[in-house]
């Protein structure tokens, strides 16, 4: 059966969140280069990448349906923090996100052959102070190593937030109600 919709994501939580919104879809993964661009400001880069890696997927030939494509990055003072490198990246981050309020940025993009769309969720997430300890036990986990900002709201992560502004969902990875009013938009044919 052909699919309605391709998700060019290695994510299994993406796949669930698309699940969520009950579209028929195949998963692949992307291989795209998602370094930062001199000077690029955190809002262009993190749309940028989600275009990226809708259009790459095109580019693949996956061309019967339009491929969903999308990326999170973690924004402190206008820096994007990314995955944690190891260990020492990651006291770093976490130091930094301890005690303030930061912004999660996660863009959507839906392409084919002729169009692409997108848009971009910002979500403000406060985290309460974190000790030495907490950090070092995190660490541990297993948790942190994936994940944009070095946290998963969704999981262990989740003890740290203390207030949050905006959709909880796009913190995880994917916004239900945009991504689903984005697809819609595009399928009917509508330019935003
Ligand atoms: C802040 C935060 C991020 N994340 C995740 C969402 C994203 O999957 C990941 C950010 O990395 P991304 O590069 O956006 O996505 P990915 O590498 O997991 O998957 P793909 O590029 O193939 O689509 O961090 C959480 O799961 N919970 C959180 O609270």
Redesign the pocket.
């Known amino acids: 059966m052909t699919p309605t919709l391709y998700l060019a994501?290695?994510?299994p939580?993406?796949r669930e969140l698309l699940t969520q919104l009950g579209y028929t879809f195949s998963q692949f993964?992307?291989d795209a280069d998602?370094s930062r661009l001199p000077g690029e400001a955190p809002l262009a880069y993190v749309e940028r990448l989600a275009r990226l890696?809708a259009t790459s997927g095109v580019a693949m030939g996956y061309q019967d349906a339009p491929v969903l494509g999308?990326?999170?990055i973690?924004v402190l003072e206008q820096q994007a923090l990314g995955?944690p490198t190891d260990q020492n990246d990651f006291i770093a981050m976490m130091k930094a996100l301890s005690g303030q309020t930061h912004q999660?940025m996660t863009a959507i993009a839906v392409a084919d052959t002729k169009r692409v769309l997108s848009q971009t969720v910002i979500t403000d997430v406060t985290f309460k102070p974190l000790s030495e300890q907490e950090i070092e036990q995190y660490w541990h986990s297993g948790e942190p190593q994936?994940?944009?900002?070095g946290?998963?709201?969704?999981g262990l992560?989740g003890r740290f937030v203390t207030q949050l502004s905006g959709s909880y969902f796009a913190?995880?990875?994917l916004p239900l109600y945009e991504t689903d009013e984005l697809i819609k938009a595009f399928m009917a044919g509508v330019d935003e």
């Open positions: 994501s290695a994510s939580r993406r993964a992307v998602e890696k999308s990326d999170t973690v995955k999660v994936d994940k944009a900002g946290y998963g709201i969704q992560g913190v995880v990875g």
